[in-house]
């Protein structure tokens, strides 16, 4: 009789097991599915705010100026900017409100106009996090065209972010990216590019 417990508890677990590594295969399938669909909706997103842009003229921020940057709706979602880092060859719009950094990019606080725009963003529509050094060039370009042309001044490494850890004066440009499988983030402060 106890051996049957014991088998019957043994093939228990056996199931149980297989169940759960059949489970977490079917989260990944579907983290790794549901992340490809983002970058996707992203492309289209560029595309539609793309074909939309007026010319695009240089800009640069400006303390005292009004900081209301105006939105492009876009299949029911306002954007505010495209955000750009040409080395990287990579595209990304950038949602008005905070809310879903997974999907697409998203506005912190702040504005590009008055140098006080934190912006964030999952890791997975922007792998090129790692690959970024001091120097390195990424712009962004409003809805009515003024391209405001950055330069990364510093990279800092966090477990995580609250509006404190993000505010900087000294940077008019914050932009931090969630790490995809950790409690991680890259916070990169950036200057004007002169």
Same mark, same amino acid.
């Given at each position: 009789?106890?051996?049957?417990?014991?088998?019957?508890?043994?093939?228990?677990?056996?199931?149980?097991?297989?169940?759960?590594?059949?489970?977490?295969?079917?989260?990944?399938?579907?983290?790794?599915?549901?992340? $490809?669909?983002?970058?996707?909706? =992203?492309?289209?997103?560029? @595309? #539609?705010?793309?074909? *939309? +842009?007026?010319?695009?003229?240089?800009?640069?921020?400006?303390?005292?100026?009004?900081?209301?940057?105006?939105?492009?709706?876009?299949?029911?979602?306002?954007?505010?900017?495209?955000?750009?880092?040409?080395?990287?060859?990579?595209?990304?719009?950038?949602?008005?409100?905070?809310? $879903?950094?997974?999907?697409?990019? =998203?506005?912190?606080?702040? @504005? #590009?106009?008055?140098? *006080? +725009?934190?912006?964030?963003?999952?890791?997975?529509?922007?792998?090129?996090?790692?690959?970024?050094?001091?120097?390195?060039?990424?712009?962004?370009?409003?809805?009515?065209?003024?391209?405001?042309?950055?330069?990364?001044?510093?990279?800092?490494?966090?477990?995580?972010?609250?509006?404190?850890?993000?505010?900087?004066?000294?940077?008019?440009?914050?932009?931090?990216?969630?790490?995809?499988?950790?409690?991680?983030?890259?916070?990169?402060?950036?200057?004007?590019?002169?």
């Amino acid at each position: 009789m106890k051996k049957t417990n014991r088998t019957t508890l043994r093939n228990l677990c056996i199931v149980a097991g297989c169940a759960l590594i059949v489970g977490a295969l079917a989260l990944l399938i579907l983290s790794v599915a549901s992340r $490809s669909l983002y970058r996707f909706r =992203c492309a289209e997103y560029v @595309s #539609a705010i793309g074909a *939309t +842009l007026p010319p695009v003229e240089n800009a640069v921020p400006e303390p005292g100026r009004n900081n209301t940057m105006p939105v492009l709706p876009v299949e029911g979602v306002d954007f505010v900017a495209l955000l750009e880092l040409p080395a990287f060859q990579t595209r990304l719009p950038v949602c008005n409100q905070w809310g $879903s950094p997974e999907k697409y990019p =998203c506005r912190f606080t702040g @504005s #590009a106009y008055d140098g *006080t +725009l934190i912006v964030g963003v999952q890791e997975h529509l922007f792998p090129a996090a790692e690959q970024l050094y001091v120097g390195d060039l990424l712009t962004l370009t409003d809805m009515t065209g003024n391209r405001f042309s950055y330069r990364i001044a510093n990279i800092e490494i966090h477990e995580n972010v609250e509006a404190e850890t993000l505010q900087d004066t000294d940077h008019p440009l914050t932009l931090f990216v969630k790490h995809s499988f950790s409690s991680k983030y890259t916070v990169l402060r950036l200057d004007v590019a002169l």
